[in-house]
C-alpha cells in the first residue's frame, strides 16, 4: 500500500474480488492462536498468563502438540520470540522455559538494553524474518504499546496495533499480547481488556485465565475464549499452574462469563501452592 502525504490527495486503486486468490487461515493452536493476526491473552495479575505461554512456548520449540489439539498439527520445532518487562531472562523465564522442558536454541529475545521495544519497532519484522520466528509474545501491552499512545485513545491504540497486524500479515508470524484486565469484574469479559475497545477490536482472538472456585485446589485456573472471528469459540481448557509451568488437565463446555462467574475471591495470604501459581 503506498503511503501519501496528508496534504496530497491519494490516487484511486481498486482490485476485483476475483482478482484475489481466497486462502484458508492457518492455526498455531486452533481455534485459540492463528498464524498472521494478532491474539489477546488477557487475566488478572498473578493468575498464570506467562507461566501458561512459556509452557506453550516449550512445547512448540520442541515440535510437541499443543494441548487438546490434533497430535499431527505441528511436527517441526518452531522458533519463539518472548518479550518481557516484568521478568528478568536469567532468573524467571529461561529456567521456567527451561522447567517445562523447552529447547533453549528456540526462543529468543531482542534485546532491549539500549532502547526499548514498541509495537512499531523494526526490529520486531527483521527478528521475525531472520530467525523465521513462529510465535511472538509480548508481555505486557502497556509496556509494548509505546510511551506516547494513551491506551484509551481508539486512533492512537489502533495505528500502534496496525504495525504488529502488518509484520502478522507479512511473515505468517502467530503474535501474543499479553494483557492485564481492567477492575470492572461486573461486565462481560469482552470488555474488560484494559484501555480502548478498539484493542480488543483489533484482535482476531482474545483468550483470558481466571481461577476457578475449588478451594481445594487453589492453583487450577480456567483458560476461555472470549472473542473468536476466524473460527467457532472453542472449548474452556482447565490447567494447574504448577513449578514447572502448567498443567493442562481438561477440556470443559464452559462459557468465558461462566467461568469468571465461577471465579474464587481471593482472600487472606497465599499458601505455598498458591505462591507458585503466579506469573
Same mark, same amino acid.
Given at each position: 500500500?503506498?503511503?501519501?502525504? +496528508?496534504?496530497?490527495?491519494? $490516487? ?11 486462502? @484458508? ?9 492463528? &498464524? ?7 487475566? *488478572? ?5 506467562? $507461566? ?9 520449540? $520442541? ?6 489439539? *490434533? ?16 521478568? *528478568? ?29 514498541? &509495537? ?13 520466528? $513462529? ?18 485513545? %481508539? +486512533?492512537?491504540?489502533?495505528?500502534? &496495533? +496496525? ?36 484493542? %480488543? ?15 481445594? +485446589?487453589?492453583? @487450577? ?17 482447565? &490447567? ?17 462469563? *461462566? %467461568? ?20
Amino acid at each position: 500500500m503506498t503511503d501519501y502525504p +496528508n496534504n496530497i490527495p491519494a $490516487k484511486l486503486e481498486i482490485i476485483k474480488a476475483s482478482e484475489i486468490t481466497p486462502k @484458508e487461515v492457518r492455526w498455531l493452536w486452533y481455534p485459540y492462536i492463528p &498464524f498472521g493476526k494478532v491474539t489477546l491473552l488477557q487475566g *488478572d495479575p498473578g493468575d498464570g498468563k506467562s $507461566k501458561l505461554m512459556l509452557s506453550l512456548a516449550a512445547l512448540l520449540s $520442541k515440535g510437541a502438540p499443543l494441548p487438546f489439539a *490434533d497430535e499431527e498439527e505441528h511436527t517441526e520445532p518452531m522458533t519463539v520470540i518472548y518479550q518481557t518487562t516484568e521478568d *528478568d531472562a536469567d532468573d524467571t523465564v529461561v529456567p521456567r522455559f527451561n522447567a517445562a522442558g523447552g529447547d533453549g536454541d528456540r526462543l529468543i529475545f531482542i534485546k532491549e538494553d539500549e532502547k526499548s521495544l514498541t &509495537f512499531g519497532d523494526d526490529r520486531i519484522r527483521e527478528a521475525v524474518e531472520k530467525y523465521n520466528a $513462529k510465535l511472538l509474545i509480548l508481555d505486557p501491552m502497556s509496556s509494548y504499546i509505546g510511551d506516547t499512545c494513551s491506551m484509551n485513545n %481508539a +486512533n492512537e491504540t489502533r495505528a500502534e &496495533f +496496525n504495525h504488529l497486524i502488518a509484520v502478522a500479515k507479512d511473515t505468517g508470524c502467530a503474535i501474543v499480547i499479553i494483557a492485564h484486565m481492567n477492575k470492572a469484574k461486573d461486565t462481560s469479559p469482552l470488555y474488560r481488556t484494559n484501555g480502548s475497545i478498539d484493542i %480488543a477490536g483489533a484482535a482476531r482472538s482474545i483468550l483470558a485465565v481466571t481461577r476457578t472456585a475449588n478451594k481445594q +485446589n487453589p492453583a @487450577e485456573r480456567y483458560l476461555v475464549q472470549v472473542k473468536s472471528n476466524l473460527a467457532p469459540m472453542g472449548s474452556a481448557i482447565l &490447567f494447574e499452574v504448577a513449578d514447572k509451568g502448567v498443567n493442562f488437565l481438561d477440556e470443559l463446555e464452559l462459557s468465558a462469563e *461462566d %467461568a469468571f462467574s465461577a471465579s474464587a475471591p481471593r482472600m487472606g495470604r497465599p499458601n505455598a501452592r498458591e505462591e507458585a501459581a503466579t506469573d
